[in-house]
């Protein structure tokens, strides 16, 4: 069981291991497991990062991210430069069908469009993007269109889920329904309900998951 005071200390120390995060400014604020970050950063990536970190830490329900980017004057760069940057980054990486993915970019926030056949290239499209200089965010619109028509074995997504070590004793239900899955039950934190989902996208035929999973965890009364 965890205070608010608690959880707030493990989410700070959690940003502070970060090795990019060592001199960033995060606020960390915390009320019955929902986190709050706010502060500013010079890239997005020490954003991404800073979410990451608090997303692991045991406790953790949601989410509030408010943490702004500020590039600084050296490492700006115009919209044309960093969209050419992006194309680059797809094209060099061998997950990424570039033929597939519309890049547009506005005030230094990249936005992801088109159709991929699986979820892992759509996230490793933004992977591609997030370590860029000059982007300050990235909108990731790109959907999942899977060239395979079979009937989504709903006992396989459960079996794959058992498989995994973080979730083999959760109370999680798989529902079958055309090309969509959805996921309800309990876990025990945000990482096991991102975990779960990023499973459930690796069934063949799967266009979209819909996450119903709730988060479960004891918290103590603050004094």
Do not use: C
Request: glycine content about 6%; hydrophobic content about 35%; cysteine-free.
């Amino acid at each position: 069981m965890k205070t608010n005071e608690v959880l707030q200390k493990d989410v700070q120390d959690a940003i502070k291991w970060e090795p990019l995060l060592h001199a960033a400014e995060i606020g960390v604020t915390v009320k019955d497991g929902i986190v709050t970050l706010t502060g500013v950063v010079d890239s997005y990536t020490k954003k991404s990062e800073a979410e990451h970190a608090a997303k692991n830490v045991a406790g953790v329900k949601a989410i509030v991210e408010k943490i702004t980017v500020k590039i600084g004057t050296s490492w700006s760069k115009t919209d044309s430069e960093i969209a050419t940057e992006v194309l680059n980054a797809l094209k060099n990486s061998w997950e990424n069908p570039t033929d597939k993915i519309k890049v547009t970019v506005e005030s230094g926030w990249v936005t992801l469009s088109g159709e991929v056949n699986w979820n892992y290239q759509k996230d490793a499209a933004k992977y591609s993007v997030k370590y860029l200089n000059g982007v300050i965010g990235i909108n990731n619109n790109i959907t999942i269109k899977s060239i395979t028509h079979d009937e989504i074995e709903k006992n396989e997504v459960k079996s794959a889920l058992q498989r995994n070590w973080s979730l083999s004793e959760q109370d999680i239900h798989v529902k079958a329904s055309g090309t969509k899955i959805t996921l309800t039950g309990t876990v025990n934190s945000l990482y096991q309900k991102d975990e779960a989902e990023r499973i459930a996208f690796n069934a063949p035929g799967v266009w979209s998951v819909d996450n119903e999973l709730t988060i479960e965890y004891n918290y103590a009364l603050s004094l």
